[in-house]
T-cell receptor, first 112, second 115 residues
Framework: QKEVEQNSGPLSVPEGAIASLNCTYS??????FFWYRQYSGKSPELIMF????GDKEDGRFTAQLNKASQYVSLLIRDSQPSDSATYLC????????????FGQGTTLQVKP | DADVTQTPRNRITKTGKRIMLECSQT?????MYWYRQDPGLGLRLIYY???????NKGEISDGYSVSRQAQAKFSLSLESAIPNQTALYFC??????????????FGPGTRLTVL
């Protein structure tokens, strides 16, 4: 079992819909969680991070964390074709000496 | 703007050649990382450094070496390049550990092709 798991997709949603991206993690010592967006051939770009249970909103993006169930999700409201990218989930746990553990990413396709 | 830069951005080389990829940052971060990314395999950590005198192997360090010349500079070398080292290479930085705030910031990447 991988420490951080994501469905590779592709996840296809119509323009204007809500895209829901999910990530599960195996280590209960995980402390903080990061969502990166990566366009094809480009570098990962940090979108949001969350470390408290519940929701955190930033514009059209909402990160949700449920530590009891060990999952974190990213919701994208009013999806746009420009949101089409691969979304990487990354997890930090103090016992891992400062390194992030990355999932393999979910590819999102937003169709006009 | 504080930034992470990588040189070269693209490189084509031949099997057996020595290659150096360079990373510089103006973010003032102590921690620097080298990753490679292959289709379907995600980001894999090669080496990381928490300060100039602290260098550590990641999950796939065989065939690679690094040098931390200064707080702002971290270089990755392929001593004798082989075709399966063809990949996209990223440098990343982060500040010293600050509770849950351990986000990493990535450079633009180097696309390396080994023929």
């Amino acid at each position: 079992q991988k420490e951080v798991e994501q469905n590779s997709g592709p996840l296809s949603v119509p323009e204007g819909a809500i895209a829901s991206l999910n990530c599960t993690y195996s280590d209960r010592g995980s402390q903080s969680f990061f969502w990166y967006r990566q366009y094809s051939g480009k570098s990962p770009e940090l979108i949001m991070f969350i470390y408290s249970n519940g929701d955190k909103e930033d514009g059209r993006f909402t990160a949700q964390l449920n530590k009891a169930s060990q999952y974190v999700s990213l919701l994208i409201r009013d999806s746009q074709p420009s949101d089409s990218a691969t979304y990487l989930c990354a997890v930090y746990r103090p016992s891992n000496t400062g390194k992030l553990i990355f999932g393999q990413g979910t590819t999102l396709q937003v169709k006009p | 703007d504080a930034d992470v830069t990588q040189t070269p951005r693209n490189r084509i080389t031949k099997t057996g050649k020595r290659i150096m990829l360079e990373c510089s940052q103006t973010k003032g971060h102590d921690r620097m990382y080298w990753y490679r990314q292959d289709p379907g395999l995600g980001l894999r950590l090669i080496y990381y450094s928490f300060d100039v005198k602290d260098i550590n192997k990641g999950e796939i360090s065989d065939g690679y070496s690094v040098s931390r010349q200064a707080q702002a500079k971290f270089s990755l070398s392929l001593e004798s390049a082989i075709p399966n080292q063809t990949a996209l290479y990223f440098c990343a930085t982060s500040a010293a550990e600050r509770g849950p705030y351990n986000e990493q910031f990535f450079g633009p990447g180097t696309r390396l092709t080994v023929l």
